[in-house]
């Protein structure tokens, strides 16, 4: 079974390439766990993940944090906040599927923006908090 972090990584990476106002304000699929080289701006990488046990005595389970970040060479917020506002309403409390697993929710933490150390670029910051468990629990043999 794949784990839990990594199906709702890509769960999550399969809805936003999905998700066309996403698609058109990123100027396509740039959408990254690993950033390939020469990529134009905006884009989105995956960045902080955690992953905790949210076991119950009779359930299996497991909460996480994900954090997005946009990235963007545009003069001021405007693309950065327009980004984040398209990642928050693709993910936030949507029924993603997630290998292996069931979604109980999906659901956006905090935002915020940022010019970033270089001074040129902006970089924002989308953290959701998420919750699943196995599809063996949900729909015993």
């Known amino acids: 079974m794949t784990s839990a972090d ?3 990584q890509e769960a999550i990476h399969s809805a936003l390439i999905g998700d066309g106002s996403v698609l058109k304000l990123l100027s396509g699929p740039h959408v990254y766990d690993d950033v390939p080289r020469g990529v134009g701006y905006p884009y989105v990488t995956f960045g902080q993940s955690t992953l905790s046990d949210w076991s119950t005595m009779t359930d299996t389970g497991s909460e996480h944090v994900v954090s997005l970040h946009v990235w963007s060479q545009s003069a ?8 984040m506002q398209a990642l928050r309403a693709a993910l936030h409390d949507k029924a993603l599927t997630v290998a292996g697993h069931q979604l109980i929710n999906l659901r956006h933490e905090f935002s915020e923006a940022r010019r970033d150390v270089d001074g ?3 970089r924002g910051l989308v953290r959701l908090r998420g919750r699943t468990q196995p599809l063996a629990q949900v729909n015993p043999a």
């Open 76 to 83: 001021g917020r405007k693309e950065t906040l327009a980004v």
């Open 120 to 122: 040129e670029s902006f």
């Open 6 to 8: 990594w199906a709702l």
